[in-house]
Structure formats: structure tokens, C-alpha cells
């Protein structure tokens, strides 16, 4: 005898049938054409059960197939193909195997195929529509982002809505810039639903903590999908402990992909030593590099040129001067390079990016510790710093509470005091 087997989910798409919620849902998040079908209801849980309850409405109970029930006559009743059924076949909620009761209106009962019938035991199932075709694959070239394109939904996802909101609540996101990212949300609507949730992923990545020094917040989130869709088709080295991996990582924290440094920038990482090179990956990926306005191979240069000097300063001695510099106005050092390093500092957009420009504009020739060096200039301008003439008392303690921590390592490696009193 046939058992009738109650499936209570099925996909909205293909109409495959499942008796448990989790297992629908495996299959609908596993299937690409049936995952892109629900659309935003796939990051909602609740409505996609619903859906795939109602979809289950619409097909029949699982039963024994027709070749089954031709099987179970053959052995558990011989000469099932005669056996009488009512003349309105079954009675309703019975599964006719061949040996169902007279009819109760009366009438003859006659063997089913003479009524016409399906052969008993068989159960008339309904034919599901035949699955959307899969998203088109990428040409031989991976275009970048053509897959998503031709996927789009032409609408924001509203889970990614309800993050960026949320993101206000949690200290990531101030109200202002909230609402000016309302502005670069049609940009994400051109893209898939699962574009769009790694694009927010990637732009809450840094943190609260690093994300409040990213000044333009909608740039940077223009940079997070550009990075979102092209990684479709690039692959990203996932070894950090090469140097190519361990830059290509640093450059992946800041959505940036190889292709943002030139042939000149990667030639001059890989002649570095291996300390030299990991200071590199290292300063890249505390660094901002969304807050760049230049090109970013220019910058890379600078910070590469910084990280020179810091790494030739280890075993050394500390610079020293040979005697104390005559003590001067604050105003006798404007033009010079601890004023113009200082200058730049106190922007807040980009300062990174200025004061590694003055620090690399440095005469070479200018020994630490001798005229014209940070650290003689520091000491020179000691008494007016005190007196309150200058923007601060110490660059150390400005470039400290700026975050630049590199270029902390830089005033130091010149032979600046970390304890000095501020």
C-alpha cells in the first residue's frame, strides 16, 4: 500500500518539495537561479518560510509514483489490473490500489480501465514549470561586473537598508553621514541583492573606530562595491606570509585590488628586503587610503620613502646634536620643514597623504640631528613652544592625537623624545 507523505515547504521556483523548513531553505540558498527568483526575501527569513509555505499549497502530496504502484499490485495483490473501483475512482483522501470498495452511489463497479481511468494505484501529479535559466556566465574575458548587471535587481535590498541603520546605533555611522549615503544608494540598486550586502559588509569592515576617520563615507562606499563586483572574477592571493600575498591583503582591507599600484610601485616592494617589505604591507594597511585626493602610486612611493627612513634608523644610535641650538621665534622657522610638516598635520582630509609629501620633500643631505633637521628645529623653537606661540607644544603629541602612527615612527627614528613633557 502507498503512504501518502505530507511536504509542507516547497521552492517558489523549481516547486521541489521538502517535509522540513531548514531543508527548503538549504536548497533556495544553494541554488543560484532559484536564490535569485525570491530576491530580498532571501535575508528574510520569516517571508521567504511564508512564501515557500504557500508554495507547498500548490503541490500535490508526495505518493507512490506510478511504476511503485504497479510493483505493489504485482506482489501484494495479483490481478490488481481487474480489481473494481468506485465509478468516481476513490473516495476522496484514499489512494486507490487496486482493491477500493464498491461505489456507494450503487452503480456497477467496473475494473478501472474499463471506466477510463488511470491505472489504479497511480496518482496524477501536477507538472511544475521547468526552472528559470541560470544567470548568463561571464565571456572568456570576465567582464567585470556583467553577471551582476544582467542580475540586477534595479531596487535597494532592504536588509541592506535596515544595516546601514543600524549602523547608526552602533556607532559606525554618524546621522549626517547617514543620510548622505542615501544619495549613493542608486548605485547599489543596480547590482544584485548579494552584491549589495557584500558591499555594506565591506564598508562597515574597518570598524567604528577606523571608520569615523574616513572622511568621505559615500566615496568610500563607491569603492566597496567597485571592489564587490570585480572580485567576482579576480582572485586574491590568500597567503599572507609572502610578500606579494601580504601586500595584496593590505590592499584588499582598502577595496583596492593589485591593479591600483603600478608596475614602478610593485618592482620597488619586491627589490626590498623581506623587514622592509613588511613594514610596507604593514604601514599600508594602517594607513587610510580612501582619504588619498592624488593617485595612490604616489602615495605608496611616499609611504615607501618613510618606511626607508624608519627602517635605516634601527641600530643606530639615536640622533644626537653636537650642541643646543640657539633658542628661536617661532616665526624664524616658517618656510622650514618641521613647520611645514606641522602645517599639514593640522588638516583633518588627506593629512596623511600632505605630511608624507613634506617628509619625502626633505633634503637628503639634511643629517638627523644636525641644522636643519627635525629634531634641531624642535629643539631651536623649545622656549617659544612653551611660551604658547606655536599651534602645539610637541609634533610628536600632534601627529599622536591624528593617528599617524608611521609618522610617530619617523619623529622618533629622527630623534625625537616620546616622553617630552606637553
Same mark, same amino acid.
Given at each position: 500500500?502507498?503512504?501518502?507523505?505530507?511536504?509542507?515547504?516547497?521552492?517558489?521556483?523549481?516547486?521541489?518539495?521538502?517535509?522540513?523548513? %531548514?531543508?527548503?531553505?538549504?536548497?533556495?540558498?544553494?541554488?543560484? @537561479?532559484?536564490?535569485?527568483?525570491?530576491?530580498?526575501? $532571501?535575508?528574510?527569513?520569516?517571508?521567504?518560510?511564508?512564501?515557500?509555505? +504557500?508554495?507547498?499549497?500548490?503541490?500535490?502530496?508526495?505518493?507512490?509514483?506510478?511504476?511503485?504502484?504497479?510493483?505493489?499490485?504485482?506482489?501484494?495483490? &495479483?490481478?490488481?489490473?481487474?480489481?473494481?473501483? !468506485?465509478?468516481?475512482?476513490? &473516495?476522496?483522501?484514499?489512494?486507490? +490500489?487496486?482493491?477500493?470498495?464498491?461505489?456507494?452511489?450503487?452503480?456497477?463497479?467496473?475494473?478501472?480501465?474499463?471506466?477510463?481511468? /488511470?491505472?489504479?494505484?497511480?496518482?496524477?501529479?501536477?507538472?511544475?514549470?521547468?526552472?528559470? @535559466?541560470?544567470? @548568463?556566465? /561571464?565571456?572568456?574575458?570576465?567582464?567585470?561586473?556583467?553577471?551582476?548587471?544582467?542580475?540586477?535587481?534595479?531596487?535597494?535590498?532592504?536588509?541592506?537598508?535596515?544595516?546601514?541603520?543600524?549602523?547608526?546605533?552602533?556607532?559606525?555611522?554618524?546621522?549626517?553621514?547617514?543620510?548622505?549615503?542615501? %544619495?549613493? /544608494?542608486?548605485?547599489?540598486?543596480?547590482?544584485?541583492?548579494?552584491?549589495?550586502?557584500?558591499?555594506?559588509?565591506?564598508?562597515?569592515? &574597518?570598524?567604528?573606530?577606523? =571608520?569615523?576617520?574616513?572622511?568621505?563615507?559615500?566615496? #568610500?562606499?563607491?569603492?566597496?562595491?567597485?571592489?564587490?563586483?570585480?572580485?567576482?572574477?579576480?582572485? =586574491?592571493?590568500?597567503?599572507?606570509?609572502?610578500?606579494?600575498?601580504?601586500? =595584496?591583503?593590505?590592499?584588499?582591507?582598502?577595496?583596492?585590488?593589485?591593479?591600483?599600484?603600478?608596475?614602478?610601485? #610593485?618592482?620597488?616592494?619586491?627589490?626590498?628586503?623581506?623587514?622592509?617589505?613588511?613594514?610596507?604591507?604593514?604601514?599600508?594597511?594602517?594607513?587610510?587610503?580612501? +582619504?588619498?585626493?592624488?593617485?595612490?602610486?604616489?602615495?605608496?612611493?611616499?609611504?615607501?620613502?618613510?618606511?626607508?627612513?624608519?627602517?635605516?634608523?634601527?641600530?643606530?644610535?639615536?640622533?644626537?646634536?653636537?650642541?643646543?641650538? *640657539? *633658542?628661536?621665534? #617661532?616665526?624664524?622657522?616658517?618656510?622650514?620643514?618641521?613647520?611645514?610638516? /606641522?602645517?599639514?598635520?593640522?588638516?583633518?582630509?588627506?593629512?596623511?597623504?600632505?605630511?608624507?609629501?613634506?617628509?619625502?620633500?626633505?633634503?637628503?643631505?639634511?643629517? !638627523?640631528?644636525? &641644522?636643519?633637521?627635525?629634531?634641531? $628645529?624642535?629643539?631651536?623653537?623649545?622656549?617659544?613652544?612653551?611660551?604658547?606661540?606655536?599651534?602645539?607644544?610637541?609634533?610628536?603629541?600632534?601627529?599622536?592625537?591624528?593617528?599617524?602612527?608611521?609618522?610617530?615612527?619617523? $619623529?622618533?627614528?629622527?630623534?625625537?623624545?616620546?616622553?617630552?613633557?606637553?
Amino acid at each position: 500500500m502507498a503512504i501518502a507523505v505530507r511536504r509542507t515547504y516547497a521552492c517558489p521556483t523549481c516547486r521541489e518539495s521538502f517535509t522540513k523548513w %531548514g531543508l527548503c531553505q538549504g536548497h533556495v540558498r544553494a541554488s543560484a @537561479p532559484c536564490r535569485d527568483a525570491v530576491g530580498d526575501k $532571501l535575508h528574510d527569513p520569516d517571508a521567504l518560510q511564508e512564501l515557500c509555505r +504557500n508554495a507547498a499549497s500548490v503541490v500535490p502530496v508526495a505518493g507512490a509514483s506510478e511504476n511503485s504502484g504497479s510493483a505493489n499490485r504485482a506482489t501484494a495483490n &495479483p490481478g490488481a489490473s481487474d480489481a473494481v473501483c !468506485p465509478a468516481g475512482g476513490p &473516495p476522496r483522501g484514499l489512494i486507490c +490500489n487496486g482493491s477500493s470498495p464498491a461505489a456507494p452511489c450503487g452503480l456497477d463497479a467496473l475494473p478501472c480501465s474499463a471506466q477510463g481511468l /488511470l491505472p489504479c494505484g497511480a496518482i496524477p501529479l501536477a507538472v511544475a514549470p521547468p526552472p528559470p @535559466p541560470p544567470p @548568463p556566465p /561571464l565571456d572568456v574575458q570576465h567582464v567585470p561586473g556583467r553577471a551582476a548587471e544582467e542580475t540586477a535587481p534595479k531596487r535597494v535590498s532592504v536588509a541592506v537598508v535596515k544595516r546601514l541603520d543600524r549602523a547608526v546605533h552602533t556607532g559606525h555611522l554618524t546621522e549626517t553621514e547617514r543620510h548622505e549615503l542615501d %544619495g549613493r /544608494l542608486e548605485d547599489l540598486a543596480e547590482h544584485s541583492f548579494i552584491v549589495q550586502t557584500a558591499t555594506v559588509e565591506k564598508f562597515l569592515a &574597518p570598524g567604528a573606530g577606523d =571608520l569615523r576617520w574616513i572622511a568621505d563615507k559615500g566615496k #568610500w562606499l563607491l569603492r566597496c562595491l567597485r571592489f564587490c563586483v570585480r572580485t567576482t572574477s579576480v582572485a =586574491l592571493a590568500d597567503n599572507e606570509s609572502s610578500p606579494t600575498g601580504a601586500l =595584496l591583503a593590505a590592499l584588499a582591507h582598502h577595496a583596492l585590488l593589485p591593479d591600483a599600484l603600478t608596475k614602478v610601485c #610593485w618592482d620597488a616592494y619586491m627589490a626590498f628586503p623581506p623587514a622592509l617589505q613588511r613594514s610596507v604591507a604593514a604601514a599600508i594597511r594602517s594607513s587610510i587610503l580612501v +582619504n588619498v585626493e592624488g593617485a595612490i602610486s604616489d602615495h605608496f612611493l611616499n609611504l615607501v620613502e618613510n618606511e626607508r627612513s624608519i627602517h635605516d634608523s634601527e641600530g643606530r644610535s639615536i640622533p644626537q646634536m653636537e650642541r643646543w641650538p *640657539q *633658542q628661536l621665534e #617661532w616665526d624664524a622657522i616658517d618656510g622650514t620643514p618641521y613647520h611645514r610638516v /606641522l602645517q599639514q598635520m593640522m588638516f583633518r582630509q588627506n593629512r596623511e597623504e600632505r605630511v608624507l609629501r613634506e617628509l619625502c620633500d626633505i633634503d637628503p643631505a639634511i643629517v !638627523p640631528g644636525g &641644522p636643519g633637521s627635525l629634531l634641531y $628645529l624642535h629643539t631651536a623653537t623649545a622656549g617659544a613652544r612653551m611660551l604658547g606661540s606655536a599651534e602645539v607644544l610637541s609634533i610628536l603629541h600632534a601627529a599622536a592625537a591624528t593617528g599617524l602612527v608611521r609618522m610617530c615612527a619617523r $619623529l622618533i627614528a629622527e630623534g625625537l623624545d616620546v616622553d617630552e613633557r606637553a
